[in-house]
């Protein structure tokens, strides 16, 4: 009984100094992500791979992560838990919680917003009407087009001095995703610094079936921050379904590319303040 009551106390105590438990008990910083998931399955389908995702990053790096669909939580007493919120794929609505997170970032906190996260057009289900948002914030404005079939591009690293993209190759190869084009040249706005962009070897950028679905050439940013805030926009959160044929299959996954994790966690360190 006392050699079985020893194996016990043994096991516990390496319980308790695993890197894991350590990780919970003391984490370096706190992510919380919002999400909706309702409509759009290569959506839906990015933020549950996510929601598999983000919980083992976090245990290997030394962070926490909770996520919730409950935009109600978007308000002042909630958001003071945490060092940096995700966005990944919609924006709030309700006023109270646009006025809650235009506060929680002018008082420094972190951000990170996904692919349909930025999405906003009039006429739409998501009408350009935050100004504050789209305009000063992202500072994109309003949707302007995407390439379609969901395809790979090279990204080129633009701001190789940026903690969140130190660690990148100067071109690598992206997952698979729908990309957006915008109604402001970001490259005109002051206080906009481009992480990411599109590299030119990625024309002709994706296969229609449509022509104005394929990009040839032009200037695409990809990922972006606004120096007057903690943030950073990244375009990728669109994984490739099969529509075509009926079976509604995922058939890429954002979180399959080495690469673009290391670009993601190290954004949530520096986001949060803390140098990896």
């Given at each position: 009984?006392?050699?079985i009551?020893?194996?016990?106390?043994?096991?516990?105590?390496?319980?308790?100094?695993?890197?894991?438990?350590?990780?919970?008990?003391?984490?370096?910083?706190k992510?919380?992500?919002?999400?909706?998931a309702?409509?759009?399955?290569?959506?839906?389908s990015?933020?549950?791979?996510?929601?598999?995702?983000?919980?083992?990053?976090?245990?290997?790096?030394?962070?926490?992560?909770d996520?919730?669909?409950?935009?109600s939580?978007?308000?002042?007493?909630f958001?003071?838990?945490?060092?940096?919120?995700?966005?990944?794929?919609?924006?709030?609505?309700?006023?109270e919680?646009?006025?809650?997170f235009?506060?929680?970032?002018?008082?420094?906190?972190?951000?990170?917003g996904?692919?349909?996260?930025g999405f906003?057009?009039t006429?739409?289900?998501f009408n350009?009407?935050?100004?504050?948002?789209?305009?000063?914030f992202i500072?994109?404005?309003?949707y302007?087009?995407?390439?379609?079939?969901?395809?790979?591009?090279?990204?080129?690293?633009?701001e190789?001095?940026?903690?969140?993209?130190?660690r990148?190759p100067?071109?690598?190869?992206?997952?698979?995703n729908?990309?957006y084009?915008?109604e402001?040249d970001?490259t005109?706005?002051?206080?906009?610094?481009?992480?990411?962009s599109?590299?030119?070897?990625?024309?002709?950028?994706?296969?229609g079936?449509?022509?104005?679905?394929?990009?040839h050439?032009?200037?695409?940013?990809?990922?972006w921050?606004?120096?007057?805030y903690?943030?950073i926009?990244?375009?990728?959160?669109h994984?490739?379904i099969?529509?075509?044929h009926g079976?509604?299959?995922?058939?890429s996954?954002?979180?399959?590319?080495?690469?673009?994790?290391?670009?993601?966690v190290?954004a949530?360190f520096?986001?949060?303040?803390?140098?990896?």
């Amino acid at each position: 009984m006392k050699r079985i009551n020893l194996r016990l106390v043994i096991l516990l105590i390496s319980i308790a100094l695993s890197p894991v438990a350590f990780a919970q008990q003391n984490p370096l910083f706190k992510v919380v992500a919002f999400y909706t998931a309702k409509s759009d399955l290569a959506h839906i389908s990015f933020v549950h791979e996510a929601n598999r995702w983000f919980p083992k990053a976090a245990a290997e790096n030394n962070f926490t992560y909770d996520s919730t669909n409950d935009w109600s939580n978007l308000n002042e007493a909630f958001l003071k838990n945490y060092n940096v919120v995700l966005f990944l794929d919609t924006r709030p609505e309700a006023p109270e919680q646009r006025k809650a997170f235009e506060n929680y970032m002018k008082k420094g906190g972190g951000w990170m917003g996904f692919h349909f996260a930025g999405f906003a057009l009039t006429p739409s289900d998501f009408n350009q009407d935050w100004d504050w948002y789209h305009n000063e914030f992202i500072g994109a404005g309003q949707y302007k087009s995407n390439t379609w079939r969901p395809t790979p591009a090279m990204l080129r690293v633009e701001e190789a001095g940026n903690p969140a993209t130190k660690r990148l190759p100067p071109v690598f190869r992206s997952s698979p995703n729908e990309w957006y084009s915008w109604e402001k040249d970001l490259t005109k706005n002051p206080d906009i610094k481009i992480l990411l962009s599109i590299d030119s070897t990625s024309f002709p950028l994706g296969t229609g079936p449509k022509l104005h679905e394929i990009w040839h050439s032009g200037y695409y940013p990809v990922a972006w921050t606004n120096t007057k805030y903690k943030m950073i926009y990244d375009n990728m959160g669109h994984n490739d379904i099969d529509y075509e044929h009926g079976s509604n299959k995922e058939l890429s996954f954002q979180f399959d590319n080495e690469i673009q994790n290391r670009f993601i966690v190290d954004a949530l360190f520096w986001l949060a303040g803390i140098k990896k």
